[in-house]
């Protein structure tokens, strides 16, 4: 029965497209066996953790896609 070692990526991980980065993946040993989408949302705080306060106090909130996908490959 084979053994396998399992690897979960963000599109939020790496500074490269998702394509390039799946590509290097699958040169590696590495299947795709799955995708999820989901929002994240964030609050910019800025640089020096003060942040670009709105009028309620509160910093800048942008949401953001993150792709994760579920890898697999064989242990070796």
Do not use: C, H, P
């Amino acid at each position: 029965m084979a053994a396998y070692e399992y690897k979960i990526v963000t599109s939020a991980d790496s500074d490269e497209d998702d394509e390039t980065m799946l590509n290097e993946l699958g040169e590696d040993g590495w299947e795709l066996v799955g995708v999820t989408t989901s929002e994240v949302t964030y609050v910019d705080a800025g640089e020096d953790g003060g942040g670009a306060a709105d009028a309620d106090g509160e910093g800048e909130e942008y949401v953001e896609e993150v792709v994760s996908y579920y890898m697999k490959r064989t242990k070796a």
